[in-house]
C-alpha cells in the first residue's frame, strides 16, 4: 500500500500558486518524498525529491515539515498545461531490489481552471 | 536519445492469445520496470529488474513474464490474455539500481494500451 495521504483532487486559478498537501507520517528516517505527475494518460514525469529541507527547481518547490510527516507541492504558477494527477511518494534513496520501487496511490488530480 | 520507447501504442487481444509488449532504452539504465494502470486508479508495478539477467516480482504479477537479457530491453509478455489484463501499460526505467544519485528518477515510456475482449 502507498505510504502517503492526498486530497483525491484540487482546483486553482491560472497564475495563481498551487498548493498540493500530502501526508506520510509513517514516513523513516531514510526516506524521501518525491512528486511525479501524469498528465493526461501520459507516462508519468518526474518533478522533485527531497529528504528534510526544502528543495527548489525550475518546476516546482517542495517544503517539507520539520517532523517530516507532511509535505506540500507547490507550483508557484500554474497553468492550463499543469492540469495532471500528482503523486506524492515516499521511497528509500538507497536502495537493493523492491526498496527502490515506486508505490503509486491515487494521487491528486489538480484542476487548473482560466 | 529516444529515452523510453514502447510498442505497440494500441493492441486489441481476444481472450487466450498471447503477446509481448516491448520496452527500450538508450540511456544505459540498469534499473527497468513495468506498470499497468487501470481507469482512475495509480499505477501499479507488475515486474522489475535490477540489470541484465535479473528480474523480480512486484505487486501484481500473475498472468505476466520477463525477461532481461540485454540493457536496453525488457518486454513484457502475457502468455494467455485474459479481460482483466485490458489497462494502460507503462515501462520505466533509471540510472542506477542502488539509487545512490543525487537525482535518482524513473523516466517512463509512452505507455501501451491494451484491451482484451
Known amino acids: 500500500d502507498a505510504k502517503t495521504t492526498q486530497p483525491p483532487s484540487m482546483d486553482c486559478a491560472e497564475g495563481r500558486a498551487a498548493n498540493l498537501p500530502c501526508n506520510h507520517s509513517?514516513?523513516?528516517?531514510?526516506?524521501?518524498v518525491y512528486w511525479y505527475r501524469q498528465i493526461h494518460s501520459q507516462g508519468p514525469q518526474y518533478i522533485i525529491h527531497g529528504l528534510k529541507n526544502n528543495e527548489t527547481n525550475e518546476m516546482a518547490s517542495l517544503i517539507i515539515t520539520e517532523d517530516r510527516k507532511s509535505s506540500t507541492l507547490i507550483l508557484p504558477h500554474a497553468t492550463l498545461r499543469d492540469t495532471a494527477v500528482y503523486y506524492c511518494?515516499?521511497?528509500?534513496?538507497?536502495?537493493?531490489?523492491?526498496?527502490?520501487?515506486?508505490?503509486f496511490g491515487k494521487g491528486t488530480k489538480l484542476s487548473v481552471k482560466p | 536519445n529516444a529515452g523510453v520507447t514502447q510498442t505497440p501504442k494500441f493492441q486489441v487481444l481476444k481472450t487466450g492469445q498471447s503477446m509481448t509488449l516491448q520496452c527500450a532504452q538508450d540511456m544505459n539504465h540498469e534499473y527497468m520496470s513495468w506498470y499497468r494502470q487501470d481507469p482512475g486508479m495509480g499505477l501499479r508495478l507488475i515486474h522489475y529488474s535490477v540489470g541484465a539477467g535479473i528480474t523480480d516480482q512486484g505487486e501484481v504479477p500473475n498472468g505476466y513474464n520477463v525477461s532481461r537479457s540485454t540493457t536496453e530491453d525488457f518486454p513484457l509478455r502475457l502468455l494467455s490474455a485474459a479481460p482483466s489484463q485490458t489497462s494502460v501499460y507503462f515501462c520505466a526505467s533509471s540510472y542506477s539500481k542502488w539509487g545512490a544519485r543525487a537525482q535518482e528518477t524513473q523516466y517512463f515510456g509512452p505507455g501501451t494500451r491494451l484491451l482484451v475482449l
Open positions: 511518494i515516499v521511497r528509500v534513496q538507497n536502495y537493493g531490489g523492491s526498496q527502490g520501487n515506486l508505490i
Open positions: 509513517t514516513i523513516s528516517g531514510n526516506e524521501y
